[in-house]
């Protein structure tokens, strides 16, 4: 009974400060330490696994307990009981808010094959989260029931609306933050998605370079667990804990991206928007395979508020508080191989990912509050946002990283797939938003915060060689069924499910799509940027890829050069062959980021 008690407090405390997909859905209790490995580090292999008694009560509140209907909802209600750790599961009960998320998604793709012979894919487990509506989702495939004709791709131009309250005062006022020295005292600024990679960066340049007092939106149950949800994650790049260090330079606004006025009431969030004197809108729900309306709220909702913070501070004739959307490449579609910082890009229908697809109606609306309703702002497009180029901390959940570290661990990379690696350091990125934002003089401008200086794929594989890691040449497609099967055999929760993507897709070319060949990158011209911009970006040079790779070694991320593997050596083809498969086509289409 302990137990169970002790098990229930900790996903309370744990549903307070995490995002959903985040939440356990099953807690061990271990009677004696933790098993470690012969480095001193949490031998994960060794933990014994969860059980049902571990998932039982965990988050139970509410939850629904309907029982199946047919034998179709029966054996997927089985399906996801086993994928869950649950005793049973009811036909209405969503599949994410039990504890599901994008790897148990995957695992819950193949044993629902393995059940109902029925080949569905993880978008729609997504956008069917229930097992009475995947049931007939699995209804539609077998031909059961009649496809749903109401189902169509979603218009996301129609999704590009903004509430007619979300406005500025004509007042003619020359906006907040217009010019380098316009702030009597020092900046007070907003910031949304601290506790992220790139917020993490961000605010701690904000501390260091400047004397801004910055206030956070930070998920939490209290303002003290939100400081110490900064702390933890400043702390996983090996950046100081702004709230222990900074003290009350540091505010958290305990709410979040999504509901109307971030949960805030209308008192405080009047307060918070009348203290505002810049805002740096940078948190956003991040996830290569979730789709547009998993996405809606944090990226779109998200944004809207944003804007709605802006101009409430504007009443009495005040100006609106810039703004300052921090984007991403990815939203550019776009077959130009020119591409300018100073290009509108209206179009949109063939970007894949729900994550694209919402920052750019995010992008779309912020154009509109700009143009239409006066509120100031910028847009910054990132690229692929890399680790520190001095001590190579940074986030581990990027794609091609990931893609790297599968390579290095089966020693096998793709002889056929060229295309440029560029990396874009996180300091450099955040010193360029930072700069920006509080110099105001970039307002009502984008800009394209990328590397333009990146190396070729060949010469990265040539760096790692060098650097004593052994990488045998593959087939495109046989490197792709090894990569994706070491995936699976290690659990890689950012890898496997992206990599599962394209294979259901029936195009597993569509990876090298995401990486364009040298011949077909575009050439970005920056105007913007090299007017105003006055740090300079490091180049992906072989200084810069060592200092990468030496911390992802020390950080275990990475096993050490020359290091025998314990395991065999996964079954991939013959070095150079071509594994009976042809070759990979690398799509003319430009996604990046």
Same mark, same amino acid.
């Given at each position: 009974r302990a137990t169970q008690l002790l098990r229930q407090e900790l996903y309370t405390h744990a549903a307070a400060k995490l995002a959903e997909y985040m939440v356990p859905r099953a807690i061990?209790?271990?009677?004696?330490?933790?098993?470690?490995?012969?480095?001193?580090?949490?031998?994960?292999?060794?933990?014994?696994?969860?059980?049902?008694?571990?998932?039982?009560?965990?988050?139970?509140?509410?939850?629904?307990?309907?029982?199946?209907?047919?034998?179709?909802?029966?054996?997927?209600?089985?399906?996801?009981?086993?994928?869950?750790?649950?005793?049973s599961v009811g036909i209405h009960a969503n599949f994410f808010e039990l504890g599901g998320y994008s790897l148990l998604a995957a695992q819950l793709v193949g044993i629902i094959e393995a059940r109902l012979g029925v080949r569905i894919g993880m978008r729609e487990v997504f956008e069917a989260p229930t097992v009475s509506a995947l049931a007939n989702v699995v209804a539609r495939a077998t031909g059961v029931a009649e496809a749903d004709k109401s189902v169509v791709k979603i218009d996301l131009a129609g999704e590009v609306v903004l509430p007619s309250e979300i406005c500025a005062p004509a007042s003619g006022e020359v906006p907040r933050a217009s010019g380098a020295g316009s702030f009597l005292a020092p900046p007070v600024v907003f910031l949304t998605g601290a506790t992220g990679f790139v917020g993490s960066f961000l605010l701690a340049e904000l501390l260091?370079?400047?004397?801004?007092?910055?206030?956070?939106?930070?998920?939490?149950?209290?303002?003290?667990?939100?400081?110490?949800?900064?702390?933890?994650?400043?702390?996983?790049?090996?950046?100081? /804990?702004?709230? +222990?260090?900074? *003290?009350?330079? @540091?505010?958290?606004?305990?709410?979040? =991206?999504?509901?109307?006025? !971030? #949960?805030?009431?209308?008192?405080?969030?009047?307060?918070?928007?009348?203290?505002?004197?810049?805002?740096?809108?940078?948190?956003?729900?991040?996830?290569?395979?979730? /789709?547009?309306? +998993?996405?809606? *709220?944090?990226? @779109?909702?998200?944004?809207?508020?944003? =804007?709605?913070?802006?101009? !409430? #501070?504007?009443?009495?004739?005040?100006?609106?508080?810039?703004?300052?959307?921090?984007?991403?490449?990815?939203?550019?579609?776009?077959?130009?191989?020119?591409?300018?910082?100073?290009?509108?890009?209206?179009?949109?229908?063939?970007?894949?990912?729900?994550?694209?697809?919402?920052?750019?109606?995010?992008?779309?609306?912020?154009?509109?509050?700009?143009?239409?309703?006066?509120?100031?702002?910028?847009?910054?497009?990132?690229?692929?946002?890399?680790?520190?180029?001095?001590?190579?901390?940074?986030?581990?959940?990027?794609?091609?990283?990931?893609?790297?570290?599968?390579?290095?661990?089966?020693?096998f990379v793709p002889s056929e797939l060229e295309t440029l690696v560029d990396f874009t350091p996180v300091d450099y990125a955040s010193k360029a938003v930072v700069e920006l934002a509080l110099s105001g003089r970039g307002l009502g401008r984008d800009f394209h915060i990328l590397n333009p200086s990146p190396m070729p794929l060949t010469r990265l594989w040539k760096l790692l060689r060098r650097a004593k890691y052994k990488l045998y040449p593959s087939s495109y497609d046989g490197w792709f069924r090894t990569l994706l099967e070491h995936a699976r055999r290690s659990d890689d929760g950012v890898l496997l499910p992206v990599l599962l993507f394209f294979e259901e897709s029936g195009d597993i070319s569509g990876l090298a799509g995401e990486l364009p060949p040298p011949e077909l990158y575009p050439k970005f011209e920056v105007p913007n940027s090299k007017e105003l911009i006055s740090a300079r970006c490091p180049p992906v040079s072989k200084q810069l890829v060592d200092a990468y790779v030496a911390a992802w070694v020390a950080e275990g991320f990475f096993p050490s050069p020359g290091a025998e593997e314990r395991s065999a050596l996964p079954a991939a083809p013959a070095p150079g062959g071509d594994g009976g498969h042809g070759k990979a086509k690398q799509k003319h289409k430009f996604r990046l980021g």
């Amino acid at each position: 009974r302990a137990t169970q008690l002790l098990r229930q407090e900790l996903y309370t405390h744990a549903a307070a400060k995490l995002a959903e997909y985040m939440v356990p859905r099953a807690i061990v209790v271990l009677s004696g330490p933790l098993p470690l490995t012969a480095n001193g580090k949490v031998d994960v292999r060794a933990l014994p696994a969860p059980t049902a008694e571990d998932a039982a009560g965990v988050g139970a509140s509410g939850v629904d307990h309907t029982p199946p209907r047919t034998e179709v909802e029966a054996e997927l209600a089985a399906a996801w009981a086993q994928v869950l750790g649950l005793a049973s599961v009811g036909i209405h009960a969503n599949f994410f808010e039990l504890g599901g998320y994008s790897l148990l998604a995957a695992q819950l793709v193949g044993i629902i094959e393995a059940r109902l012979g029925v080949r569905i894919g993880m978008r729609e487990v997504f956008e069917a989260p229930t097992v009475s509506a995947l049931a007939n989702v699995v209804a539609r495939a077998t031909g059961v029931a009649e496809a749903d004709k109401s189902v169509v791709k979603i218009d996301l131009a129609g999704e590009v609306v903004l509430p007619s309250e979300i406005c500025a005062p004509a007042s003619g006022e020359v906006p907040r933050a217009s010019g380098a020295g316009s702030f009597l005292a020092p900046p007070v600024v907003f910031l949304t998605g601290a506790t992220g990679f790139v917020g993490s960066f961000l605010l701690a340049e904000l501390l260091a370079n400047t004397r801004a007092e910055v206030k956070c939106l930070v998920r939490a149950s209290d303002e003290a667990s939100g400081r110490a949800r900064l702390d933890v994650g400043a702390s996983k790049f090996g950046l100081p /804990p702004p709230a +222990a260090t900074y *003290g009350e330079r @540091v505010r958290v606004v305990v709410g979040e =991206l999504g509901p109307h006025m !971030f #949960g805030l009431t209308s008192d405080a969030f009047s307060v918070l928007a009348r203290s505002v004197d810049v805002i740096i809108h940078n948190g956003a729900g991040v996830n290569f395979v979730y /789709p547009y309306s +998993a996405l809606k *709220g944090p990226n @779109v909702i998200g944004t809207q508020e944003v =804007l709605r913070l802006a101009c !409430f #501070g504007a009443i009495g004739g005040d100006a609106a508080t810039p703004v300052h959307f921090i984007s991403t490449l990815s939203t550019l579609d776009t077959d130009a191989r020119v591409i300018s910082e100073t290009d509108v890009f209206p179009r949109w229908e063939r970007l894949v990912s729900g994550y694209s697809q919402s920052k750019w109606v995010g992008e779309q609306i912020v154009a509109l509050a700009r143009c239409e309703r006066g509120v100031p702002a910028s847009i910054y497009r990132l690229g692929r946002i890399a680790p520190h180029s001095q001590t190579g901390a940074g986030s581990h959940d990027d794609l091609l990283t990931r893609v790297l570290k599968g390579c290095v661990e089966t020693k096998f990379v793709p002889s056929e797939l060229e295309t440029l690696v560029d990396f874009t350091p996180v300091d450099y990125a955040s010193k360029a938003v930072v700069e920006l934002a509080l110099s105001g003089r970039g307002l009502g401008r984008d800009f394209h915060i990328l590397n333009p200086s990146p190396m070729p794929l060949t010469r990265l594989w040539k760096l790692l060689r060098r650097a004593k890691y052994k990488l045998y040449p593959s087939s495109y497609d046989g490197w792709f069924r090894t990569l994706l099967e070491h995936a699976r055999r290690s659990d890689d929760g950012v890898l496997l499910p992206v990599l599962l993507f394209f294979e259901e897709s029936g195009d597993i070319s569509g990876l090298a799509g995401e990486l364009p060949p040298p011949e077909l990158y575009p050439k970005f011209e920056v105007p913007n940027s090299k007017e105003l911009i006055s740090a300079r970006c490091p180049p992906v040079s072989k200084q810069l890829v060592d200092a990468y790779v030496a911390a992802w070694v020390a950080e275990g991320f990475f096993p050490s050069p020359g290091a025998e593997e314990r395991s065999a050596l996964p079954a991939a083809p013959a070095p150079g062959g071509d594994g009976g498969h042809g070759k990979a086509k690398q799509k003319h289409k430009f996604r990046l980021g």
